[in-house]
């Protein structure tokens, strides 16, 4: 079946400096890919996304290229902010197995210090 | 704007009291989605709706239950909720089936008494 594995956290960076989150995943076919966003106490915001091998998905200086030979997917930004702080997931959907269904990684979460 | 709307977005109930939780929306999605989230782990299917068919994700507990009356509005039925059914309920729609994004409501807080 379909599987995603995010680095271990809890990750502490300072004010601007550079964030790698790494995701790597498990699928037959060929999946959506998804960086979702969940700040304290609310639902889950869709970040980027990639549908396809080699697209990059980019959003709000967040960026995360589908690299199909080795099955990753990880997010990055160059300058964190404060307002940065929350829980990242990364997931994919579709394949041949998955049909609609979200497979999530078991999240990571991101504190920026000023 | 188009969007995802869950009420209430805090739910207290008592143990064994059957509780509702509501979710509409305004995309006009096809697939609506059920999830059980703990402690910032990762959300949970619980069960998803293709326009009127219902699906069950086999590890669901009868205790939960699900309604979609129309495109717009889904509910959870919680029937006998237990001290371990206290979590964030999330409702997501897509807007078919396959690799599509799903967008989430902000979720409610459940607390059982």
């Known amino acids: 079946g379909n599987s995603v594995t995010q680095m271990e956290g809890p990750v502490t960076l300072s004010e601007e400096a550079f964030l790698t989150i790494n995701c790597t995943y498990t699928a037959t076919g060929y999946p959506s890919l998804f960086w979702y966003v969940q700040y304290p106490g609310e639902g889950l915001q869709l970040l980027l996304k990639?549908?396809?091998?080699?697209d990059k998905g980019s959003n709000k200086g967040f960026e995360a290229t589908y690299r199909k030979e080795t099955t990753s997917f990880h997010l990055e930004k160059g300058s964190v902010q404060v307002s940065d702080s929350a829980v990242y997931f990364c997931?994919?959907?579709?394949?041949?197995?998955?049909?609609?269904?979200?497979?999530f990684g078991e999240g990571t979460q991101l504190t920026v210090n000023p | 704007d188009a969007m995802v709307i869950q009420n209430p977005r805090y739910q207290v109930t008592q143990f064994g009291k059957p509780v509702t939780l509501s979710c509409s929306q305004t995309l006009n999605h096809n697939v609506m989605y059920w999830y059980q989230q703990k402690s910032s782990q990762a959300p949970k299917l619980l069960f998803h709706y293709y326009d009127k068919d219902f699906n069950n994700e086999a590890d669901t507990p009868d205790n939960f239950q699900s309604r979609r009356p129309n495109t717009s509005f889904c509910f959870l039925d919680i029937r006998s909720p237990g001290l371990g059914d206290a979590a964030m309920y999330l409702c997501?729609?897509?807007?078919?089936?396959?690799?599509?994004?799903?967008?989430f409501g902000p979720g409610t807080r459940l607390t059982v008494t």
């Open positions: 990639a549908t396809k091998a080699d």
């Open positions: 997501a729609t897509s807007r078919d089936r396959g690799s599509y994004e799903q967008y």
């Open positions: 997931a994919l959907s579709g394949g041949e197995t998955s049909g609609s269904r979200l497979t």
